[in-house]
């Protein structure tokens, strides 16, 4: 039996393509959520199919005690598109292996252990991903002893706590998903970034489900302008294959043993993540991310239901004003599926970035639908 951990949709697919999945009935469903945000360029869209079949015909694992060259055509690869030119890279299998990983480099780059992190933070399940993430019903007293500081977005004391020079690293995601799409905001980023450099703490952005063409950018903290010491990667990353890894600030210096995986930067996953890149890149997926993003959100914005909308890109938040589950229920009912947050009252939209103006118009009309019949019906109630 399978140890019982996870709250389900009643859906079994067998079959994916482009913005589609199909059920065992064959049923068809338009994925607005994309796996947690995880299918960036589309489900088994053909170049990455392609590329993973060529590569796994060959060879498809070796330990990183050999050379691998397609580790430094993707790192190559991910210097030109992204914009980070001079970091180096560091793979490893998971969004919480990026972070954890980070975390262990901002403390041995400045020898200090104190991590600030923020209140609605998710950075993983991981032992120190896990104390610096802001769900206490997750931790377990294992995860509770490291030093660790909880700071609300956008509050302006967090600065001078960093100016006192004893923290590792900071830590922020570049827009919040699992707190419900919320976002630090340009003139917070562009303060913690300075408190950081002027005490030599190491800013590590969480780019996990905000990064790969997600917001518009390539990162989403691209948006305010900086760059990071460390920029942590995953979700998007593999279309569906896992992989992580870390764009690391060349001040921060490698040595032989300080980090290490087994399964990290392999074959497979080298190859998947390059064809994503090549993806995002061929396709304008970025722009396209952009573009509907804005649209959704326009075409939302006048709808009586909905308090807010937040986010940017193909990451959105609906806020609404009530709990929203009744809604995602109806959208799954009408064979759409969306995504939940820990703030009940939030639907989240993640897309893949190839989502055109035919899933918008079916997302769309279904959801102005729902709501109104639900207004109807609260209505008539009273």
Same mark, same amino acid.
């Given at each position: 039996m399978l140890f019982d951990v996870y709250s389900k949709f009643d859906l079994t697919p067998e079959k994916a393509s482009g913005c589609y999945l199909w059920d065992k009935n064959g049923t068809k469903y338009l994925d607005c959520y994309g796996g947690h945000g995880v299918i960036s360029i589309g489900h088994n869209h053909p170049v990455w199919q392609a590329a993973i079949i060529d590569q796994i015909s060959k060879i498809s694992f070796y330990s990183n005690a050999v050379k691998i060259p397609c580790q430094? +055509?993707?790192?190559? @690869? &991910?210097?030109?598109?992204?914009?980070?030119?001079?970091?180096? &890279?560091?793979? *490893?299998?998971?969004?919480?292996?990026?972070? +954890?990983n980070a975390l262990k480099l901002a403390s041995f780059h400045t020898g200090r252990s104190k991590v600030i992190a923020f209140n609605?933070?998710?950075?993983?399940?991981? %032992?120190?991903?896990?104390?610096?993430?802001?769900?206490? /019903?997750?931790?377990?007293?294992?995860?509770?002893?490291?030093? *660790?500081?909880?700071? @609300?977005?956008?509050?302006?004391?967090?600065?001078?706590?960093? $100016? $006192?020079?004893?923290?590792?690293?900071?830590?922020?995601?570049?827009?919040?998903?699992?707190?419900?799409?919320?976002?630090?905001g340009v003139e917070f980023l562009l303060k913690l970034h300075d408190s950081c450099y002027e005490s030599g703490t190491a800013f590590i952005l969480d780019e996990v489900q905000s990064g790969f063409g997600r917001t518009g950018d390539f990162f989403a903290h691209q948006h305010a302008g900086i760059e990071a010491d460390i920029i942590t990667m995953a979700k998007g990353m593999g279309n569906g294959f896992p992989v992580g890894g870390l764009l690391i600030h060349p001040d921060i210096k490698a040595k032989k043993g300080l980090l290490g995986t087994t399964f990290g930067g392999s074959y497979l996953a080298c190859k998947a993540t390059i064809a994503v890149l090549?993806?995002?890149?061929?396709? %304008?997926?970025? @722009?396209? %991310? @952009?573009?509907?993003? +804005?649209?959704?959100?326009?075409? &939302?914005a006048g709808l009586p239901a909905i308090n807010k909308l937040k986010g940017r890109g193909l990451m959105i938040g609906l806020e609404f004003s009530k709990d929203s589950s009744s809604i995602r229920k109806k959208l799954l009912e009408a064979n759409i599926i969306t995504g939940s947050s820990s703030n009940p009252q939030i639907l989240r939209i993640l897309p893949p970035l190839i989502f055109g103006d035919q899933e918008r118009h079916m997302f769309i009309e279904n959801?102005?639908?729902?709501?109104? /019949?639900?207004?109807?019906? *609260? %209505? *008539?109630? $009273?």
């Open positions: 430094e +055509e993707l790192a190559d @690869k &991910l210097a030109k598109v992204s914009g980070y030119s001079d970091h180096n &890279l560091f793979l *490893v299998n998971s969004g919480a292996e990026a972070n +954890e609605g933070g998710f950075h993983g399940r991981t %032992s120190g991903t896990m104390a610096i993430s802001d769900y206490p /019903k997750m931790k377990s007293p294992f995860n509770t002893p490291h030093d *660790v500081q909880f700071f @609300k977005l956008g509050d302006e004391s967090v600065f001078e706590e960093i $100016k $006192k020079a004893q923290t590792a690293g900071v830590i922020i995601e570049g827009i919040q998903g699992i707190a419900g799409v919320e976002d630090p090549d993806i995002l890149e061929k396709e %304008s997926l970025c @722009k396209n %991310s @952009k573009i509907q993003g +804005e649209k959704i959100i326009n075409q &939302l959801i102005i639908s729902i709501v109104n /019949k639900e207004n109807e019906a *609260v %209505s *008539v109630s $009273k």
